[in-house]
């Protein structure tokens, strides 16, 4: 038999395959055609053919249509990060003399698409508050092409009205994307709420066990037409079959998952709120946070990530910290693994900002609400 036979050939044949409830990884950079109608034609359209994995995959089509249904938006694109998905949308929608508007806290690497790599491009951005919607108009110029929300921030936890401002963004002909990774498509969705386009890094709930770097973009089919054909294709933030495939698998237990993580977080709240050793908690749910009526009226489930200012020292913030068994010290968030990260540690990369140093944000898990509780309670005793 012909090596070259055995090697690429041999046992493909069959491609039929039988019924598997779970669908195959279709870990393949390249589909063939058997005739040369069918490459032009499938050349022709690569947005709904199956040519090569740069552009659509099998494995990944499965989680685009469930990722689309899931966020009650007719289309969406899977990416390699998080970030790749927003530097793609944001890119595909802006070009050199245009003027942007952003959110004054963003994601880091948001922060920094706006504030260094697109001004090298001729595309300049305004950072607002935007905790109240007419904050923005101020700033709206002419040539302004794109709103950029996210809402809530993942340290602070500021909420944007976020249909009032996508109202007001058609109004004035300008694209509103928001970064919604905090509540996800299941506890917040936003294309129903006339923002244009979705962003999520997967890499935090969607995957949810912390093994694996994606992102996506959702939108409509005219909007995700453009960013495919542009973004997509040529950024090449592209996932990996067997990583789509990864994600398939996570999103069966996505509604069970954040339950459990709500009511972890819930219980672990209200431990906090009444310890002689916190000052403030920020969670957006909470009765006394300044925009909880807001959080009530756009999030269906909110939980998982928070911050606690402690009354401590910057070393005791350290001693806290440290001292956490069960916590692990880790940036990102929405695996199964319960998280803190200090705002002490920010500060010696000049990252702190306007973030008070005794404040730590702190992750909740799948873990035992009562372990975790003993964790901080033995680590506070310490403050
Ligand atoms: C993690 C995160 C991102 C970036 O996602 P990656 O998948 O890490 O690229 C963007 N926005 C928010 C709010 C995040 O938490």
């Known amino acids: 038999m012909d090596i070259s036979y055995i090697l690429n050939h041999l046992g493909e044949e069959e ?17 063939s055609f058997n005739t040369v109608n ?17 552009g659509n995959n099998p494995t990944v089509s499965i989680l685009r249509k469930k990722l689309a249904a899931l966020a009650q938006s007719e289309d969406a694109l899977i990416f390699s990060s998080g970030i790749g998905a927003i530097s793609a949308a944001v890119l595909s929608n802006i070009r050199a003399g245009d003027h942007a508007i952003c959110i004054d806290k963003p994601y880091s690497w948001t922060e920094k698409l706006f504030a260094e790599v697109l001004p090298g491009f001729g595309v300049e951005t305004d950072f607002v508050s935007g905790v109240k919607p ?29 249909p009032s401002i996508a109202r007001w963004a058609r109004a004035k002909q300008m694209i509103s994307l928001i970064d919604n990774s905090y509540a996800g498509p299941y506890g917040q969705p936003t294309i129903p709420m006339g923002i244009d386009i979705e962003l999520h890094s997967a890499s935090k709930y969607i995957s949810g066990h912390s093994d694996l770097v994606a992102g996506v973009a959702i939108g409509s089919k005219a909007q995700l037409d453009r960013i495919f054909n542009m973004g997509f294709l040529n950024l090449g933030s592209v996932p990996s079959p067997h990583d789509a495939w990864l994600m398939l698998r996570s999103l069966r237990t996505l509604p069970i ?9 819930q219980a672990v709240i209200s431990f906090l709120k009444n310890h002689p050793k916190v000052e403030r908690i920020h969670f957006p749910m909470n009765r006394d946070h300044e925009q909880h009526k807001l959080a009530q009226a756009q999030m269906s489930w909110c939980g998982g990530l928070f911050a606690a200012e402690l009354k401590a020292s910057a070393s005791e913030m350290e001693i806290f910290c440290n001292n956490l ?8 968030w929405g695996g199964h693994e319960s998280l803190v990260i200090p705002a002490i540690a920010l500060s010696a990369k000049g990252e702190q900002g306007n973030i008070p140093y005794n404040l730590v944000r702190i992750y909740v898990g799948l873990e035992e609400s009562n372990v975790l509780i003993q964790d901080l309670e033995r680590s506070l005793e310490l403050v």
């Open 15 to 31: 491609t039929k395959a039988p019924k598997s409830v779970v669908p195959p990884i279709f870990q393949t950079s390249n589909f």
């Open 38 to 54: 069918e490459l032009r034609d499938a050349l022709a359209d690569e947005r709904n053919s199956y040519i090569y994995t740069r």
């Open 134 to 162: 007419e904050d923005f108009e101020p700033y709206r110029k002419a040539n302004t092409r794109i709103i950029f929300l996210e809402s809530p921030n993942t340290f602070t936890f500021e909420m944007q009205d976020i």
């Open 257 to 265: 998952r954040l339950e459990q993580i709500g009511k972890n977080t």
């Open 325 to 332: 068994k069960y916590f692990q010290m880790a940036v990102s």
